[in-house]
């Protein structure tokens, strides 16, 4: 299954996503500009792209493992969700949870979009709800020690 998404360049420097390999889910965003994450810190790094997505479908931000293995630097809010009718610029929120500096650079691969198909639910309320096999259980419900 395909869909067409369309990418602004707001920067002459912006990289249109693309996938690297074929059957790959996600396509890498890629930083404009320099900046530098110091432990603990968070950032919304430019892009330099506006996109337009179609109705009926999601673009989410994810981290790029290579970047939280190697760096422990990920998308503070995993899966950011970019909304179909958005069209400012895409920023990635990242943090760096390592113990270092981490340094980024213009070009520099930062997360990667995956497209998902959106189902809208119709919510209502009600008065009781049917049984299940959990119930209400939560956090720790099923017994098992991590």
């Known amino acids: 299954m395909s869909v067409t998404i369309k990418f602004q360049k707001l920067s002459p420097d912006a990289v249109?996503?693309?996938?690297?390999?074929?059957?790959d889910a996600g396509a890498d965003l890629v930083a404009i500009d320099h900046h530098k994450l110091e432990p603990m810190q968070h950032l919304a790094i430019p892009t330099g792209l506006a996109v337009e997505i179609p109705q009926g479908y999601e673009?989410?931000?994810?981290?790029?493992?290579?970047l939280a293995l190697k760096h422990g630097v990920t998308v503070l809010n995993t899966p950011g969700t970019i909304d179909a009718g958005y069209r400012g610029e895409i920023k990635v929120l990242l943090i760096n949870l390592g113990q270092t500096?981490?340094?980024?650079?213009p070009g520099q691969r930062i997360a990667q979009i995956v497209i998902a198909p959106v189902i809208q639910a119709r919510?209502?309320?009600?008065?009781?709800?049917?049984?299940?096999q959990r119930g209400s259980g939560g956090f720790g419900s099923t017994g098992k020690t991590y």
């Open 16 to 23: 249109i996503p693309a996938y690297a390999h074929p059957g």
């Open 59 to 66: 673009m989410q931000v994810r981290p790029k493992s290579s």
């Open 101 to 105: 500096t981490f340094k980024i650079s």
């Open 123 to 132: 919510f209502g309320e009600t008065t009781e709800l049917s049984e299940s």
